[in-house]
């Protein structure tokens, strides 16, 4: 968020690129509660376009600011 210019009342995309059977497991069971406590509109398996990605030991991450309009 601090990286991107957010405020920790923004809302978000989130999209989250694992090969890792247990991580996307667990971001399914647990997708409500991730939106939630992060302000995310959607979460994704899927790389999001023109956003530059954090390599974690999980796989990579990738986080976009949602405009208001």
Do not use: M, W
Request: charge should be negative; glycine fraction near 2%.
């Amino acid at each position: 968020r601090k990286e991107i210019a957010c405020d920790y009342t923004d809302r978000i995309e989130v999209a989250i690129v694992s090969d890792q059977d247990d991580v996307n497991t667990a971001i399914e069971e647990h997708r409500n509660t991730i939106c939630t406590e992060t302000l995310a509109i959607a979460i994704d398996n899927k790389p999001l376009a023109d956003v530059e990605a954090v390599q974690t030991d999980s796989g990579k991450i990738f986080v976009r600011k949602v405009t208001q309009s």
